[in-house]
């Protein structure tokens, strides 16, 4: 008998814990959208561009040359901050040492490389993504809190072509 209601316990404690992650979510997205919707305000209008994955593109100069392409190889320099302009990551504009990407790779943020394939070398953009377009509810201990929006600001300077279909 007592074995049946430490059973019932546990699978009522993870219940309870279930519930509270989804209504912690849901809190967390509606937090996000405040966010979100604050920061676009700073902007003149149709300047953030929302494209269909929820990512905001914002061309801040168009790039005479050509847009990547899945598998080519991109070099950029960025610098990243949260929505109220602290930056967490801009060595590579620090350093003026582009940073090295294969498009489609996966080993950068997904709205990082979505956004690159709007761009155009020598062209220069600000990406707001959403947190499931960044480091999701996680986030990246000890830099980035779990659910959090972020801005990217990005030259991009080279493309070394790939093996991709163009």
């Given at each position: 008998m007592i074995s049946r209601i430490k059973l019932w316990g546990f699978f009522g404690a993870l219940f309870v814990l279930f519930l509270t992650?989804?209504?912690?979510?849901a809190t967390w997205s509606k937090q996000e959208r405040q966010e979100i919707d604050d920061y676009l305000k700073t902007l003149p209008e149709g300047e953030a561009i929302l494209k269909a994955s929820g990512l905001y593109y914002i061309e801040l100069i168009h790039g005479p040359g050509q847009s990547p392409v899945k598998n080519d190889i991109v070099y950029f320099k960025y610098k990243s901050?949260?929505?109220n302009g602290v930056a967490f990551d801009s060595i590579s504009i620090t350093n003026n040492l582009p940073y090295e990407y294969q498009i489609g790779s996966g080993t950068i943020v997904s709205?990082?490389?979505e956004g690159l394939r709007y761009m155009q070398v020598g062209g220069r953009s600000r990406?707001?993504?959403?947190?499931?377009?960044?480091?999701?509810?996680?986030?990246?201990?000890?830099?980035?809190?779990?659910?959090?929006?972020?801005?990217?600001?990005?030259?991009l300077d080279s493309i070394k072509s790939g093996s991709g279909k163009k």
């Open positions: 992650g989804c209504k912690s979510e901050t949260f929505l709205g990082v490389d990406l707001l993504t959403p947190y499931k377009l960044a480091y999701g509810a996680d986030g990246i201990w000890g830099s980035v809190p779990g659910y959090i929006p972020l801005l990217w600001e990005i030259e």
